[in-house]
């Protein structure tokens, strides 16, 4: 494996390669692909398009659209971000997201929002602990059912994970300097062997998701927010604290 590069990509003969790593990366049937257009769009109206190259072949992207809050604030719905199986663990995830983070900051954008399945301990543990998002938000079959293996038929329920690009949390995990951490009071645990529920034993798997689920729309309701993620040799476990200032945060 050769040194990775990460940039915008532009061309269609690109974005039409993004969009069959889709294909690669989820195994999704044509409907639920993200088409070449979106990417096209994207790129003119502020989105961010980026890839990741060994050379010159793509081994991941990130697509990225902007949005507009209540109040005003506009910030950058990060809708998919994809690496080739042969190329995880090796930091293009990483790269992705924090050229996405100079790129918006640059462009004077402080707040990026994705959801994940919170499943999917391995991007959790990524989220919260390696990019300092946060998660006060909760949403139930986000997207429907949909054609990838790697769902297994289950609902698709959802994080959506808050990162301030700018703000003490994230700046001081992404430099790796400490940082004075909120106080856990909650915690919501998944079990470590979840990969092999998901593919050998669905109905239980659909009970780990309606349980956890649960929970995350019990506490978050309650005000609380998950500031860290804890990892275990049975389960891993999401860690809420109080609501926090996100700008000493």
């Not at 994207?42 to 507009?68: H, N, R, S, W, Y």
Request: charged share 20%; proline share 3%; aromatic share 8%.
């Amino acid at each position: 494996m050769s040194a990775i590069t990460v940039r915008t990509i532009q061309e269609l003969d690109e974005l039409r390669e993004a969009v069959q790593l889709q294909k690669v990366i989820w195994g999704f049937d044509d409907i639920d692909l993200l088409p070449v257009r979106l990417f096209v769009v994207a790129t003119k109206i502020g989105g961010q398009t980026l890839g990741a190259f060994d050379g010159e072949k793509m081994v991941g992207f990130l697509l990225a659209i902007p949005g507009l809050k209540k109040g005003g604030e506009v910030y950058l719905h990060s809708h998919m971000m994809g690496v080739a199986e042969e190329y995880r663990n090796a930091g293009v995830g990483r790269s992705l997201k924090l050229t996405q983070r100079t790129d918006a900051l640059q462009n004077g954008v402080n707040l990026v929002e994705w959801t994940f399945d919170p499943l999917q301990i391995k991007n959790a543990f990524f989220n919260i602990e390696r990019l300092g998002a946060v998660v006060g938000r909760y949403v139930l079959n986000q997207y429907g059912i949909t054609s990838s293996a790697l769902q297994s038929g289950l609902p698709t329920d959802r994080c959506v994970a808050e990162w301030d690009l700018d703000s003490k949390r994230a700046t001081c995990i992404i430099q790796g300097q400490p940082y004075d951490k909120p106080t856990v009071l909650e915690r919501i645990s998944v079990p470590t062997n979840i990969d092999h529920i998901l593919k050998t034993q669905p109905e239980q798997a659909r009970d780990v998701q309606a349980k956890i689920s649960k929970q995350f729309l019990w506490h978050l309701g309650a005000g609380l927010v998950v500031t860290g993620f804890e990892r275990g040799e049975q389960e891993c476990s999401y860690l809420l604290s109080a609501g926090i200032n996100k700008n000493e945060n």
